[in-house]
């Protein structure tokens, strides 16, 4: 584990603990691209379900040993020195000339150009154990990869398609019950150097009794800005906070749950999240500036992700700025268990999540 003292500039706070980097080796590298090469001849598609079924297995076989220990330990650790992110920086190498242009937004993606890229990922999930998924929630499903692309028509949005503002730091889905527990952001090309934030509910110093009330079920959290909101937002609540008093695992979106004006706390919800952000803003974490190849791994219980403000398709060099390729990113998500979350799932696809909000399905399912 990373423990340096580091100064954030942004907000000149020491941050003490720090995403554990690995370095992926040039041997490491040619494992993971030929097992991703193998397993495309034999399953033509990572979406192929015999694939996802024994991705476990196929993990065990073909990765790296390192990879494979480090992944254990990453899944099985919630101590107080587990960041909660893992940064793997160059775990494969991206054929820019074959991606071609960055298209105008993820719908006109053409899949099949990240299809070696998403099998690398999903042996990443595999290793921990944990099987990848998909959320009706997020683009209605859409596969088990999506590609992040900055879209000029959504750029004030706190999306994936936003890019003009900052996206504020948010636990992905947290309006779900079963919310990924893992994420995966694989960088196809980032030449606007964007920063990405990650915060980890490990870098407060303790928690200690007054976050006592983050643990109580009075919060609402609302459903996030890819999702239509109906008129009536529901008025279920739930903690911020969960799982161990000392060491807590975390459900939080700063955007949503405190600057979505559409949306009213109670008053001591308020005061609560209020406390909890006046501390937790300063413990973001942007010094990793991901480059084409680099995977970013998240355990979505301990570590929120977001972004700074960027203008996709501009580069600054020695303050010149010049035209670029815009940012792609291809996120992928994953959960440990298919039994707990059997009440979400499609019945004929226990991989394909059907929450809307906090334990309620989409209705015409
Ligand atoms: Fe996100």
């Known amino acids: 584990?990373?423990?340096?003292?580091?100064?954030?500039?942004?907000?000149?706070?020491?941050?003490?603990?720090?995403?554990?980097?690995?370095?992926?080796?040039?041997?490491?590298?040619?494992?993971?691209?030929?097992?991703?090469v193998h397993l495309q001849k034999k399953y033509d598609t990572y979406e192929n379900r015999d694939f996802i079924k024994h991705v476990h297995q196929l993990a065990s076989y073909f990765l790296p040993e390192r990879i494979l220990n480090i992944a254990a330990d990453f899944a099985n650790d919630f101590s107080k020195n587990q960041y909660g992110a893992l940064i793997f920086t160059g775990l494969m190498d991206i054929d820019q000339e074959d991606i071609g242009s960055t298209p105008p937004n993820w719908q006109s993606a053409d899949y099949s150009k990240f299809n070696l890229y998403g099998f690398a990922c999903a042996l990443i999930h595999g290793a921990l154990p944990s099987k990848p998924v998909q959320y009706y929630s997020q683009r209605k499903g859409g596969g088990l990869i999506h590609a992040i692309i900055p879209d000029e028509r959504m750029k004030e949005t706190q999306t994936g398609s936003g890019s003009s503002t900052d996206l504020y730091v948010h636990t992905e889905d947290a309006f779900l019950k079963h919310q990924a527990d893992y994420l995966s952001f694989m960088y196809v090309r980032n030449e606007e150097q964007v920063p990405s934030t990650l915060y980890s509910i490990r870098s407060h110093e303790s928690i200690g009794e007054n976050y006592r009330p983050l643990f109580e079920r009075i919060y609402k959290i609302p459903k996030d800005a890819n999702l239509e909101t109906g008129d009536s937002e529901e008025e279920a609540l739930d903690s911020v906070l969960y799982?161990?008093?000392?060491?807590?695992?975390?459900?939080?979106?700063?955007?949503?749950?405190?600057?979505?004006?559409?949306?009213?706390?109670?008053?001591?919800?308020?005061?609560?999240?209020?406390?909890?952000?006046?501390e937790a803003r300063h413990l973001i974490y942007s010094?990793?500036?991901?480059?084409?190849?680099?995977?970013?791994?998240?355990?979505?219980?301990?570590?929120?992700?977001?972004?700074?403000?960027?203008?996709?398709?501009?580069?600054?060099?020695?303050?010149?700025?010049?035209?670029?390729?815009?940012?792609?990113m291809l996120r992928m998500m994953s959960k440990v268990s298919l039994i707990d979350m059997r009440a979400h799932t499609l019945t004929e696809d226990p991989f394909f999540v059907i929450e809307e909000h906090l334990g309620k399905n989409f209705k015409h399912f």
């Open 287 to 328: 010094g990793f500036t991901p480059q084409a190849g680099d995977v970013i791994l998240v355990n979505n219980h301990l570590c929120a992700h977001g972004r700074s403000a960027f203008r996709a398709g501009v580069r600054n060099i020695d303050g010149i700025e010049q035209p670029c390729e815009r940012r792609i």
């Open 1 to 36: 584990m990373n423990s340096t003292e580091i100064l954030d500039k942004d907000c000149l706070t020491a941050v003490k603990l720090l995403p554990t980097v690995i370095e992926v080796t040039s041997e490491e590298r040619r494992m993971i691209k030929d097992a991703a």
């Open 243 to 278: 799982g161990n008093y000392s060491l807590p695992f975390m459900r939080f979106d700063a955007a949503e749950q405190l600057f979505n004006s559409s949306i009213r706390q109670s008053d001591e919800a308020q005061s609560s999240l209020h406390e909890f952000w006046e």
